[in-house]
Nanobody
């Protein structure tokens, strides 16, 4: 079993930055593919970014490319999402997720989920 705990969300203005953190426990972190998803009110959960455990390959959804950066610190069992130039449309609950398999963009590919952290961007 893997436990995930997100932190770092909050209320910011458009153009500001936030860094989300997700600390894991219960399994060797270096063997997990880690992903960030988000869900806005009335919308489906969508893939934001992910990083493979085996290859280090990184993927982003087009809407955040150039603004968000995913990274991982295996020594701290933590994955980060640095979010710059935030826009009101980035407002959502952000979820950290973990998978034992390769990098995927579908929520069903991830077996473990955090509780989510709210990010609100005002215009």
């Amino acid at each position: 079993q893997v436990q995930l705990v997100e932190s770092g969300g909050g209320l910011v203005q458009a153009g500001d930055s936030l860094r989300l953190s997700c600390e894991t426990s219960g399994r060797t972190f270096s063997s997990l593919t880690m992903g960030w998803f988000r869900q806005a009110p009335g919308k489906e959960r969508e893939f934001v970014a992910g990083i493979s455990w085996s290859t280090g390959r990184i993927s982003y959804t087009d809407a955040v490319k150039g603004r968000f950066t995913i990274s991982r610190d295996n020594a701290k069992n933590t994955v980060y999402l640095q979010m710059n130039s935030l826009k009101p449309e980035d407002t959502a609950v952000y979820y950290c997720a973990a998978s034992s398999y390769g990098l995927g963009t579908q929520a069903r590919s991830y077996s473990y989920w955090g509780q989510g952290t709210q990010v609100t961007v005002s215009s």
